[in-house]
């Protein structure tokens, strides 16, 4: 025990026990960890037809699943627009009122105008627009 | 006689019996503090209320299905179908508002008497974790029923997330196991509920309670002054603490089946995805901090936000280490009490605010609107233009 060269053979089973363990682990948790983590599904861009859409007298609107996005859908007198219904405030889902010409947020009293700008409430930003595409007398929103 | 000899027997011959019954006995009668009386129940009252939802947990989930389709139908029916379902999952909805009142009351008296003075610092940090786990174990089980409040509550919250600095969305994309509030939320928020947060509980406890017992019970002596207690001035727990928590398990089962009966847990409307109802509110406990939240808007307002609605964690987890002073006796600490009871006041304030926010209430005949930040403003009748219009027109 006392000879010089035993310390150092010691420190170093030591420091290998310690490294192999911390390895396994690693080995182990790693996987775990992305495990958790959620896969992506669909992805991409996602396109979704407006079932009914040319039925839609002017100022009437329309929510639909986009993956998983939900998106207002308005006609207006100069044709369709879309926006994210998700506000950016917290996430409520926002209605369009025809009279008032407004995106109207159920949870903390925001509205937003016909553009998506926000004319008062809490949100920090604007809605995000999505792309409406007319394809003959169909019409398709779409998600980057 | 012989049978139970026998039994003894089996037992002594294969390890020293002797050992445990002493220590069970030990700890039976064990003398706590002569002052220990009616405020001391309320940390059993949370066990007791534990143990409560454990099994009445354990029952919904025979029946209970944890998928969007499935999991408003299963509730449905727990409550219609199946024999006594619908008090198990009331007792398990008003037991979980309890749990925490209990958990609340518990800190409570623990903060006002200085028991978390040394050496009692570790037991109130676990104390504090176990009062985190309780509350997000609300947070989780209120997804579960996946009725509209709770999906759009949980939305709502899980947004808050976002507002974390860095790891924000990150953050939010993992609660909710993608972008949305999905069935892939409902799985995680199931298995946190119902396996993660259990276990993690009956750790805590188990480690609450060793160092509640080693330390014994605080007395109102100030720190490093405390006299050996003498056996003979002590209350034995058993039979004279356990009868007055007796007492209060009794009463506890009272409560909770007369809150059941009369005032019943709605099942509410489906959870829908594309539609938010009007009138999103948080659980009661949840309330001062999301009126605090609403303050802080803007840019940088909501990481504000989130790091002053964090303080008062952090500040309860790091309080016996910040507080120094030798004495407990309230009276001898006049700072840490002004401190406690504004806190206490301030969370009330922001609770009952957040309560009212945007509704519409009457006060000595006269109707005000309450808005977002909690300002009342008085509804002039007829033709009004200072009230603002929160309903929505149905497109
Ligand atoms: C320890 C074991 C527990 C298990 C196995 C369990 C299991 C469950 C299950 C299956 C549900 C869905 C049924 C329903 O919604 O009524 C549920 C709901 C719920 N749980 Fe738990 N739970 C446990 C503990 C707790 C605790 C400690 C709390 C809170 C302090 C809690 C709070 C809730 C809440 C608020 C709901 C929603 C109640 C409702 O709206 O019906 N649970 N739990
Ligand atoms: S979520 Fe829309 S205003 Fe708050």
Not at chain 2, 283 to 309: D, H, N, R, T, V
Request: charged letters at 15%; glycine letters at 8%; aromatic letters at 12%.
């Amino acid at each position: 025990m006392s000879k010089p060269n035993s310390p150092t053979r010691r420190g170093f089973l030591d420091f290998l026990i310690a490294a192999c363990s911390a390895i396994t682990t690693a080995a182990l948790a790693i996987p775990g960890v992305l495990y958790l983590w959620p896969a992506a599904k669909g992805g991409g861009s996602q396109k979704v037809e407006v079932e009914g859409a040319k039925s839609m007298a002017i100022g009437q609107s329309k929510t639909v699943q986009v993956g998983s996005l939900a998106v207002i859908v308005v006609k207006q007198r100069s044709g369709f627009c879309a926006f994210s219904a998700v506000c950016t405030h917290l996430g409520c889902l926002v209605k369009w009122d025809t009279g008032k010409k407004q995106f109207l947020c159920p949870c903390h009293a925001a509205a937003f105008d016909e553009k998506g700008k926000v004319v008062s409430g809490p949100p920090p930003a604007p809605l995000v627009e999505v792309s409406v595409k007319e394809v003959g007398d169909k019409i398709f929103v779409s998600t980057a | 006689m012989s049978v139970i000899k026998k039994i003894q027997g089996f037992f002594d011959s294969r390890f020293d019996t002797d050992t445990v019954a002493h220590f069970v006995d030990k700890q039976a009668h064990k003398r706590l503090p002569p002052h220990t009386g009616w405020f001391h129940v309320f940390g059993s009252l949370s066990l007791l209320l534990f143990i409560s939802q454990t099994i009445t947990g354990i029952l919904l989930l025979i029946y209970y299905r944890p998928t969007p389709d499935e999991a408003h139908k299963s509730i449905q029916y727990i409550t219609g179908e199946v024999q006594f379902g619908w008090l198990y999952r009331q007792i398990h909805a008003w037991g979980a508002t309890l749990m925490i009142v209990g958990v609340l009351l518990h800190m409570i008296r623990t903060f006002f008497s200085g028991a978390y003075k040394k050496p009692r610092e570790l037991t109130w940090v676990t104390g504090v974790v176990l009062f985190v786990v309780t509350i997000t174990f609300g947070f989780t089980g209120y997804l579960l029923p996946w009725n509209q409040i709770a999906f759009w509550a949980t939305t709502v919250g899980t947004e808050s997330a976002n507002k974390v600095p860095v790891i924000g969305s990150w953050l939010q994309y993992f609660l909710r196991g993608g972008e949305a509030v999905t069935g892939e939320t409902l799985s995680r928020f199931f298995v946190v509920h119902v396996i993660i947060l259990p276990w993690i509980l009956t750790g805590m406890i188990g480690i609450h309670l060793v160092l509640m017992r080693v330390n014994n019970l605080a007395t109102f002596e100030a720190v490093g002054e405390e006299e050996p207690l003498e056996p003979k001035h002590g209350i034995p727990f058993f039979p004279v603490h356990v009868a007055k928590e007796g007492a209060v398990a009794i009463l506890l089962l009272a409560v909770l089946v007369t809150l059941s009966v009369v005032s019943p847990w709605e099942i509410g409307e489906p959870a829908d995805a594309l539609s938010t109802p009007a009138h999103i509110k948080p659980e009661w406990y949840f309330l001062p901090s999301y009126q605090l939240l609403k303050y802080f808007e803007g840019p940088y307002g909501a990481i504000i936000g989130i790091i002053i609605c964090s303080l008062p964690f952090l500040l309860l987890l790091l309080w016996p280490f910040l507080d120094r002073g030798k004495e407990r006796r309230p009276r001898k600490r006049p700072i840490a009490v002004a401190f406690g009871l504004f806190a206490l006041l301030a969370a009330v304030f922001l609770g009952v605010l957040g309560h009212y926010s945007e509704t519409n209430i009457t006060l000595f005949g006269k109707a005000y609107h309450i808005d977002l930040l909690g300002k009342p403003h008085l509804i002039v009748p007829a033709d009004s233009t200072d009230t603002p219009n929160t309903e929505a027109l149905s497109h």
